[in-house]
T-cell receptor, first 114, second 113 residues
Framework: GESVGLHLPTLSVQEGDNSIINCAYSNSASDYFIWYKQESGKGPQFIIDIRSNMDKRQGQRVTVLLNKTVKHLSLQIAATQPGDSAVYFCAENAGGTSYGKLTFGQGTILTVHP | NAGVTQTPKFQVLKTGQSMTLQCAQDMNHEYMSWYRQDPGMGLRLIHYSVGAGITDQGEVPNGYNVSRSTTEDFPLRLLSAAPSQTSVYFC????????????FGPGTRLTVL
């Protein structure tokens, strides 16, 4: 079946730097993408989403970029803080009959050093 | 609002035992779902429901049953637990099954011996 994967399993950055977390997806029918943050011992927390009719979407300190040509998704975190340390997951929804069914990637561990 | 709540937080079962993981939400969300998360992996969809009385299978439904008698509750039943079902289970809900943020519960860590 189709799957969502990540290029890098771990990412270490210094406080104040910008972070970029990447995600590759293989299902060309996917039309909705979400980034989640998961802190240790907690459930995933919604960060930002983007529909396939958009290339970029910005939130507070976060930006998601979607490149449908190469099936690539990225999450940019500006001025990364120690509180951003967590596992980040991308997820895709294929729409149509798969409406509402999310497929998650493996996750990237982000560690922010003070 | 309490959001999405799950009980218990931890559970240890012996092979062959049955149990029910509870999930409740107080946001009047139509859509609810159950995921399992195994070490080093993302979440995989077990079952989901688009409203009271309606359920459907996800990616890994075998060994699990669900029902949705009310909008608020979506219990997950393990009929005969197996070691392969050792995992962390998350319940999630959203206003609808479409382009909407899914809210996740805190999870239930299940160990099957």
């Amino acid at each position: 079946g189709e799957s969502v994967g990540l290029h890098l399993p771990t990412l270490s950055v210094q406080e104040g730097d910008n972070s970029i977390i990447n995600c590759a997806y293989s299902n060309s029918a996917s039309d909705y993408f979400i980034w989640y943050k998961q802190e240790s011992g907690k459930g995933p927390q919604f960060i930002i989403d983007i529909r396939s009719n958009m290339d970029k979407r910005q939130g507070q300190r976060v930006t998601v970029l979607l490149n449908k040509t190469v099936k690539h998704l990225s999450l940019q975190i500006a001025a990364t803080q120690p509180g951003d340390s967590a596992v980040y997951f991308c997820a895709e929804n294929a729409g149509g009959t798969s409406y509402g069914k999310l497929t998650f990637g493996q996750g990237t561990i982000l560690t922010v050093h003070p | 609002n309490a959001g999405v709540t799950q009980t218990p937080k931890f559970q240890v079962l012996k092979t062959g035992q049955s149990m029910t993981l509870q999930c409740a939400q107080d946001m009047n969300h139509e859509y609810m779902s159950w995921y399992r998360q195994d070490p080093g992996m993302g979440l995989r969809l077990i079952h989901y429901s688009v409203g009271a009385g309606i359920t459907d299978q996800g990616e890994v439904p075998n060994g699990y049953n669900v029902s949705r008698s009310t909008t608020e509750d979506f219990p997950l039943r393990l009929l005969s637990a197996a070691p392969s079902q050792t995992s962390v289970y998350f319940c999630a809900s959203s206003y609808s099954k479409g382009y909407n943020e899914q809210f996740f519960g805190p999870g239930t860590r299940l160990t099957v011996l």
